[in-house]
């Protein structure tokens, strides 16, 4: 075992993966499938676990792990003794360990499935050293190995310290307080996650593999992306994947146009509750110039999935972690800030999208309301959205009446980082939009 996790077969150099003799063979519709076995000492649920981690690769990649049907080659993947995995394609049963319940984290299982991709640690790059700096007094008797630099592939990708293949601070250390590994210029530099792939990971598994593929990885806490088919329109289809880090996901476009036709059928976007296509669909196949609304996972991911036929189409969006809010779509009903009416917590962001029928109407009530005021209400605030219509309160009010002039409204609570108040809670009701009373009653 080197490194603390690549298996290497005595007769065989498996670390010097290099060239396409240790990768994985590519079929002719451009997919590269591994198979694998999942040993049954696993309970469903932890299979479920190994398989999400194993799709989110396969969305935004060429690669595609897939139970074996008597391949000869293929991962055996079981709880053996500690996370450890052969580098690249080593031929016959290749034993892959995530040990429970140890490893049975995203992360950790994506990172023992990019060893067995071919892919080393980034910390042990051939170019790591304009970038990392060992601190070899600082590291465990006889675990220095773990450090050697190596001949790699680097695939003209830039260093990667977010990629779930580089070593943690301390990793090895003989001193918990004492790194063994700090960014060359900005020491404090976090490095070493193991939530998931980072954008570098999968464009280094697309790199590698050579897929013709167009993804998107969106791993940060909030953040925007946008498409113009005028700029890409040899791409007919194109996927972005927003995981946060924890929480929720809250979606917004802030522009759209895609070209109608019956049944969207040529050029759509679609919008899933999750990682694929089996998850529920938060945006059914749409298409045309009205912006879609506003949308809230029950997890933290959303997958946006685009089709087109040509030029034309476009569209800008936002997103971001929440961590509580939901989609509201009952004819009545309440919700408030979390822990009311003792005080809400620091550095909160939740969302409440409240949605009625066409041609009904949105009666909001909020009493009691107390947040932290502020000039402009920049601290802490509650922010109305109706349309384009909006409205931000923050303060010490007796009650807040709203009523909408379209059937839907967007609450967004925001508090800082201090001071607290007991916050509120609100309740709403439905009921027919008069067509003589469609004028806004936000002011």
Same mark, same amino acid.
């Given at each position: 075992?080197?490194?603390g996790?690549?298996?290497?077969?005595?007769?065989?150099?498996?670390?010097?993966?290099?060239g396409?003799?240790?990768?994985?063979?590519?079929?002719?519709?451009?997919?590269?499938?591994?198979?694998?076995?999942?040993?049954?000492?696993?309970?469903?649920?932890?299979?479920?676990?190994?398989?999400?981690?194993?799709?989110?690769?396969?969305?935004?990649?060429?690669?595609?792990?897939?139970?074996?049907?008597?391949?000869?080659?293929?991962?055996?993947?079981?709880?053996?003794?500690?996370?450890?995995?052969?580098?690249?394609?080593?031929?016959?049963?290749?034993?892959?360990?995530?040990m429970?319940?140890g490893?049975?984290?995203?992360?950790?299982?994506?990172?023992?499935?990019?060893?067995?991709?071919?892919?080393?640690?980034?910390?042990?790059?051939?170019?790591?050293?304009?970038?990392?700096?060992?601190?070899?007094?600082?590291?465990?008797?006889?675990?220095?190995?773990?450090?050697?630099?190596?001949?790699?592939?680097?695939?003209?990708?830039?260093?990667?310290?977010?990629?779930?293949?580089?070593?943690?601070?301390?990793?090895?250390?003989?001193?918990?307080?004492?790194?063994?590994?700090?960014?060359?210029?900005?020491?404090?530099?976090?490095?070493?996650?193991?939530?998931?792939?980072?954008s570098?990971?999968?464009?280094?598994?697309?790199?590698?593999?050579?897929?013709?593929i167009?993804?998107?990885?969106?791993?940060?806490?909030?953040?925007?992306?946008?498409?113009?088919?005028?700029?890409?329109?040899?791409?007919t289809?194109c996927?972005?994947?927003?995981r946060?880090?924890?929480?929720?996901?809250?979606?917004?476009?802030e522009s759209f146009?895609?070209?109608?036709?019956?049944?969207?059928?040529?050029?759509?976007?679609?919008?899933?509750?999750?990682?694929?296509?089996?998850?529920?669909?938060?945006?059914?196949?749409?298409?045309?110039?009205?912006?879609?609304?506003?949308?809230?996972?029950?997890?933290?991911?959303?997958?946006?999935?685009?089709?087109?036929?040509?030029?034309?189409?476009?569209?800008?969006?936002?997103?971001?972690?929440?961590?509580?809010?939901? =989609?509201?779509?009952? @004819?009545? +009903?309440? !919700?408030? &800030?979390?822990? %009311?009416?003792?005080?809400? /917590?620091?550095?909160? *962001?939740?969302?409440w999208?409240?949605?009625?029928?066409?041609?009904y109407?949105i009666?909001?009530?909020?009493?009691?309301?107390?947040?932290?005021?502020?000039?402009?209400?920049?601290?802490?605030?509650?922010?109305?959205?109706?349309?384009?219509?909006?409205?931000?309160?923050?303060?010490?009010?007796?009650?807040?009446?709203?009523?909408s002039?379209?059937?839907?409204?967007?609450?967004?609570?925001?508090?800082? =980082?201090?001071?607290q @108040?007991? +916050?509120? !809670?609100? &309740?709403?009701? %439905?009921?027919?939009?008069? /067509?003589?009373?469609? *004028?806004?009653?936000?002011?």
């Open positions: 075992m080197l490194q996790d690549i298996a290497v077969k005595r007769n065989r150099n498996a670390v010097s993966c290099r396409k003799s240790c990768l994985w063979s590519k079929s002719v519709d451009g997919l590269v499938r591994v198979p694998y076995t999942l040993s049954n000492n696993y309970t469903s649920e932890e299979k479920t676990l190994i398989q999400g981690a194993m799709e989110e690769v396969a969305i935004l990649t060429c690669v595609r792990f897939v139970p074996r049907h008597g391949e000869p080659s293929y991962l055996r993947i079981g709880p053996y003794d500690g996370c450890w995995s052969f580098v690249g394609r080593v031929g016959g049963a290749q034993d892959l360990s995530l429970k319940p490893c049975l984290h995203w992360g950790i299982i994506q990172h023992e499935l990019l060893h067995s991709l071919g892919f080393q640690h980034e910390q042990c790059r051939s170019d790591r050293d304009k970038y990392i700096r060992i601190n070899w007094g600082n590291i465990s008797q006889d675990k220095e190995r773990n450090f050697y630099k190596m001949s790699t592939q680097n695939l003209g990708v830039p260093y990667d310290y977010l990629s779930v293949l580089h070593y943690g601070k301390f990793a090895f250390a003989n001193d918990a307080g004492k790194p063994t590994l700090e960014p060359t210029g900005n020491p404090h530099a976090f490095i070493g996650q193991r939530v998931g792939l980072s570098l990971d999968v464009a280094k598994i697309n790199k590698l593999y050579e897929c013709n167009c993804s998107y990885l969106l791993p940060d806490v909030q953040g925007t992306f946008s498409w113009e088919s005028k700029k890409n329109s040899n791409i289809t996927v972005w994947l927003i946060v880090p924890e929480d929720k996901v809250f979606l917004q476009f146009g895609v070209p109608s036709s019956p049944d969207c059928a040529h050029s759509s976007v679609t919008v899933y509750d999750g990682i694929g296509r089996e998850f529920p669909i938060l945006i059914n196949r749409t298409c045309g110039s009205m912006t879609p609304p506003a949308k809230i996972s029950s997890g933290k991911f959303i997958k946006i999935e685009l089709t087109s036929s040509g030029i034309g189409s476009s569209f800008k969006a936002t997103y971001n972690s929440i961590k509580c809010g939901e =989609s509201l779509t009952n @004819a009545t +009903g309440n !919700f408030s &800030t979390p822990h %009311f009416p003792s005080k809400y /917590p620091n550095s909160m *962001n939740c969302v999208i409240l949605s009625a029928p066409a041609g109407k009666t909001l009530h909020v009493a009691p309301f107390s947040l932290e005021p502020s000039p402009s209400c920049s601290y802490d605030y509650f922010h109305l959205r109706d349309g384009r219509k909006q409205a931000k309160k923050c303060g010490h009010l007796p009650k807040l009446d709203f009523t002039s379209t059937h839907s409204l967007l609450v967004h609570f925001h508090s800082d =980082s201090s001071v @108040a007991n +916050g509120f !809670f609100a &309740t709403y009701f %439905f009921s027919p939009l008069s /067509p003589k009373r469609k *004028n806004d009653l936000l002011s």
